[in-house]
């Protein structure tokens, strides 16, 4: 491994942002992604599952093995909201018929878990778990393998809302997919990292990004324009957004460059009991609680820089993508 690079092992819901978070994971120059793990959110894992594969595929990714993980949550499955409205049956639905290349790339059949602790065990340096999705393969992860926390640097979640939510009004979807998974991470004593809806919300794919991406001008950059023309009428219809948020891969760029966001360390609970809070993520932002600090919750991006990385990244998954 190139001991310049940081290690990372990325788990997602692929997903129209969790797409772009894949790119950035692989395409950064300062990480090193040692794997992906698929779970539940966007859509069914068995769908999330495919189209890593088909990600990995087209971007031309090489040397990355897929696991597929949790296909519910810990303690029970919650009634499904607004995935489907937002990314299609599959996770992954395009504007104009835009189709992916058909793949070879698989899954490994084997223990994600055992799989998961191996690597991340094996790297010479300390790893930053990146979670774009719920936090279930996460907290199974380090419930069932406890001696992985010494070689994990830290874990990055996109996810929660210090106000409001997106999938009720106290709950954003990841958390509240999985609230008890995102409980075992944030009491992990790990360093623990929240990129919030307040931070993703600033990052919108408008239509400036689109003419850049268009730019590029070949079929990867047209599957892509695809892709997120679909995301913008989506939050459009159900979130009344002009442009749509591009989440997930903000907490990629949080591992690269913490540089560019602005963060608040202070105690955070996330609610587990309450039928109308369920997946709140309580931030204690002034301290009133008095207790002990355990989340940094990040509350600010600088937004063109993180598009100079995204697009960058989008540069290299064009020039390598196999798409004719």
């Not at 090489?62 to 993980?69: A, K, S, Y």
């Not at 913008?232 to 989440?247: A, G, I, K, Q």
């Not at 993180?306 to 989008?314: D, K, S, T």
């Amino acid at each position: 491994m190139d001991s310049t690079k940081i290690p990372v092992w990325l788990d997602c819901d692929p997903g129209h942002d969790d797409a772009m978070a894949i790119i950035l994971a692989a395409y950064n120059p300062k990480l090193k992604l040692l794997g992906i793990s698929t779970t539940h959110g966007n859509a069914p894992v068995e769908h999330t599952t495919k189209n890593a594969c088909k990600l990995i595929y087209t971007c031309g990714i090489e040397g990355v093995e897929i696991v597929r993980g949790a296909g519910e949550a810990i303690c029970h499955q919650p009634t499904e909201r607004v995935s489907e409205m937002i990314h299609g049956y599959d996770g992954l639905g395009t504007k104009n018929n835009q189709k992916f290349p058909e793949t070879t790339v698989e899954p490994l059949k084997v223990n994600p878990y055992v799989y998961m602790s191996e690597k991340i065990l094996a790297s010479p340096e300390k790893v930053k778990v990146i979670a774009t999705g719920n936090l279930t393969n996460i907290a199974i992860l380090i419930k069932s393998f406890p001696e992985v926390k010494a070689n994990i640097h830290s874990i990055v979640f996109m996810g929660g809302a210090i106000d409001f939510g997106n999938v009720s009004p106290a709950a954003e979807a990841n958390i509240f997919n999985d609230p008890e998974a995102a409980d075992i991470i944030c009491h992990s004593g790990l360093e623990v990292v929240m990129v919030p809806l307040e931070v993703t919300h600033t990052v919108l794919v408008n239509a400036e990004i689109i003419k850049k991406i268009e730019g590029m001008n070949s079929k990867f950059a047209n599957l892509c324009v695809g892709l997120l023309q679909f995301f913008t009428d989506s939050y459009r219809d159900v979130f009344n957004f002009e442009y749509p948020p591009l989440h997930d891969p903000c907490a990629v760029a949080y591992c690269f460059a913490p540089e560019i966001f602005e963060v608040k360390f202070c105690n955070t609970r996330i609610e587990r009991v309450s039928d109308s809070t369920r997946g709140r993520t309580v931030c204690d932002l002034y301290g009133v609680t008095k207790l002990p600090k355990n989340v940094h919750v990040t509350t600010k991006i600088d937004v063109p820089k993180f598009w100079e990385y995204m697009l960058a990244a989008l540069e290299v998954a064009n020039s390598r993508s196999r798409m004719e």
